[in-house]
């Protein structure tokens, strides 16, 4: 019996995957909804669309919410509305219904319902954050013919899987502007993202404003810190969209910017600190036996954390090697005299030492996981970001880190930064298939995307966040067996799109950076090659981090490349399938005479050195491209054209401008499939 009920679970879930996929097709939502059921309902979306807010609203983010909707909403369709704010006691044909006002925590209900019928919508929560989430699904849900646009009958019951689902941007290696930050709230709050991490100090810089410490801001930051002002705008804004702000300043090491300013609580007499203007790990750290460094702390943290309302304070505490501690002598009396048998010992001294502080202020200590050591108290939140490529044998820290009874949060499988696919990351689930018990899955709150900054500036941030972390956050959201990569994908290319209209430059920033590459010539030629090449993956672009410095220029052919090159995933289909029937080969005609007529295009602009790193490989596109062109539509191949065509193709598969041509590997399986079947004796 237990057998058959059990294949009857298995085959109902089968089922209902199928039909969420179907659902797919149809409906471009992201983070996919937990339950979703249609019905043969059309709400047309005319001038009379109006929306009323039937609870008490006291923090007004539903009416803010509300209005962005029907702005939105307005310039999305041409529709000239005839009410452009929430009616509040007349009866509107789109009903929002909550019960309280979220305080935002981890505990925060984000669930909502949302009913669509032909005359009436109507989003029900339990909370203001919740409606706020219904409302950007219904956003999402916009259709339309020839004729009209709609919202199409439906019913969808949503929660989130995971309650800490984050992006951290770091703002110490390359400083960003308020309006980015806010552009990508909003982004984040348009796929139900609720953490923004905020990473702001490190040994590039220090960016608060501090009153007691005037010299963080007038010796670590070159003059671009955040004042307390702008602090608390942005917590507010946060707050307005659904989203906790979690502040990070990272200690004992990458410190050397804030050492910078107050050199007497380093770990080593007489050293010279500075900014720094590389990247990498540096030598520079507190002294954790010093008391002047936690009156420091103590005093800073004082002033600093009434500007973050949340529960959590960050601490950072990696990738410390403690050099500076090994090359000072007391340090090490001080180590022998509290039985502290390594430096990982002293660092947990040191982190206890700021719990104690952090818990005087209300708040709880999160550090990457590091901090994990046998005599962290449980009481510490660990943030796991390390895996197999980072030395852990069992491949990462989360897992153990629950099991030992510590909350939770991973971003290894999340480092957008390392230019890996959208496919790459998608494929990583928090939990995959390990089996936990209850405590152990509550101790795991969610995941972050990191976006570290060192080769990120406010030209190109958004287009190393977005749109991979939309995907990303149905990974934190939707249900497990929600993981189709075709369905993600297609699903992804209109938010992509929708996400201009919050601000986002990742789309038309590619063109700027490609106006100035040619000083405002005729970009054809590079778009096309864009199209085929990515920026060089972990770490490569600025091995060791000594090629780029923090003021480097960041607006090269590299910083218009992004990760999943539009071109390459489509000819990688049309060489599989010609492949598979030599008879099809039209449209992988085409796009090889696109390429091959695209050097005459770049021979036409005016060279400078920007455009010369990139000459090789146009030309050594295109003669490629012509040879198979040529070797496709005649059946033959010659020696002397092999010869030429694999000299080509050594050139395309070296790095160009800190890029790579992505579809080296589908050139190659063409050539192969044309030696094969077309050379001649």
């Known amino acids: 019996m237990k057998k058959i009920i059990l294949f009857l679970f298995i085959l109902n879930c089968s089922i209902n995957v199928i039909g969420q996929n179907e659902l797919m097709k149809q409906y471009d939502l992201m983070p996919w909804p937990k339950e979703i059921t249609e019905n043969s309902a059309k709400f047309i979306i005319n001038s009379d669309v109006t ?18 909707f029907l702005r939105r909403i307005s310039n999305r369709t041409g529709v000239f509305l005839e009410q452009g704010f929430p009616l509040e006691k007349s009866k509107a044909n789109v009903t929002i219904v909550f019960d ?54 439906i019913t969808i019951k949503d929660e989130p899987r995971f309650v800490w689902r984050g992006l951290m941007i770091d703002v110490a290696r390359h400083f960003q502007p308020i309006n980015v930050l806010k552009r990508n709230l909003e982004a984040m709050a348009s796929v139900k993202m609720n953490v923004f991490h905020w990473h702001l100090t490190d040994d590039q810089g220090f960016r608060i404003e501090s009153k007691i410490y005037p010299r963080l801001q007038e010796f670590a930051s070159d003059g671009q810190y955040y004042t307390h002002e702008q602090i608390k705008d942005i917590v507010t804004y946060a707050d ?36 720094e203007r590389n990247s990498g790990i540096f030598d520079p750290t507190l002294d954790p036996t010093n008391e002047k460094t936690y009156q420091f702390l103590e005093n800073l943290f004082s002033e600093i954390t009434p500007l973050f309302p949340d529960d959590y304070f960050h601490i950072g505490g990696d990738e410390n090697e403690g050099k500076h501690w090994n090359e000072n002598q007391r340090i090490q009396s001080f180590k022998k005299e509290h039985d502290l048998k390594t430096n990982h010992d002293l660092q947990t001294y040191f982190n206890i030492r700021l719990e104690k502080i952090l818990n005087k202020l209300d708040k709880k200590l999160m550090g990457w996981d590091e901090i994990m050591t046998p005599n962290m108290p449980t009481t510490a939140v660990i943030h796991s970001w390390r895996g197999e490529n980072e030395g852990l044998q069992n491949g990462g820290s989360l897992i153990e880190a629950a099991k030992h009874g510590y909350q939770t949060v991973l971003s290894n499988g999340y480092y ?86 919050l601000g986002i430059t990742h789309i038309k920033n590619r063109d700027v950076i490609l106006r100035n590459i040619t000083d405002n010539q005729d970009i054809a030629s590079l778009e096309i090659l864009s199209k085929i090449c990515e920026p060089l993956k972990i770490y490569q672009r600025n091995e060791d981090g000594v090629e780029y410095k923090t003021f480097s220029p960041f607006s090269l052919f590299a910083d218009a490349c992004v990760v999943d090159a539009e071109d390459a995933e489509g000819y990688s289909d049309l060489v599989s399938k010609f492949i598979n029937q030599p008879d099809y080969s039209l449209a992988l005609q085409e796009q090889l005479i696109c390429w091959a007529r695209n050097h005459d295009a770049f021979s036409k602009l005016k060279m400078n050195p920007k455009l010369a790193h990139l000459e090789s490989l146009s030309q050594s596109l295109s003669s490629s491209s012509q040879i198979l062109l040529s070797s496709i539509d005649s059946k033959s191949l010659t020696m002397d054209e092999l010869r030429d065509l694999n000299n080509h ?31 001649e004796d």
């Open 51 to 68: 929306i009323s807010i039937n609870a008490n609203d006291e923090k007004h983010r539903v009416r803010n919410a509300a209005i962005s």
């Open 240 to 275: 307005n969209l659904g989203i906790r702000v979690i502040p990070e300043i990272d200690v004992p090491g990458h410190a050397s910017a804030l050492l910078a300013a107050y050199p007497e609580i380093g770990s080593k007499d007489g050293f010279e600190y500075a900014v």
């Open 416 to 501: 957008i930064d390392r230019m890996l696919s959208v496919k790459h990351h998608y494929s990583v689930d928090p939990i995959g298939n390990i089996k936990l018990s209850d405590t152990e899955r509550a101790n795991i709150l969610g995941g972050e995307t990191t976006m570290w900054g060192e080769l990120v500036t406010p030209l190109t941030i958004d287009s190393r966040i977005w749109p991979r972390t939309a995907a990303i956050a149905e990974r934190f959201w939707s249900p497990q067996a929600i993981n189709n990569i075709n369905a993600m994908k297609k699903r992804l290319k209109k938010i992509s799109f929708n996400l201009e209209e």
């Open 649 to 679: 193709l050594k050139v395309l598969e070296k790095p160009h401008a800190d890029v790579e041509v992505v579809i080296i590997n589908s050139l190659r399986l063409l050539s192969e499939f044309c030696k094969t079947n077309y050379l």
């Open 100 to 153: 309280e006002v979220a305080e935002l925590n981890i505990h925060t209900d984000e669930a909502y319902t949302l009913v669509i019928n032909d005359s009436s919508i109507s989003i029900n929560s339990r909370t203001d954050v919740g409606a706020i989430r219904g409302l950007a699904t219904l956003l999402q849900l916009t259709q339309n013919d020839i004729t009209q646009y709609y919202f199409p009958g």
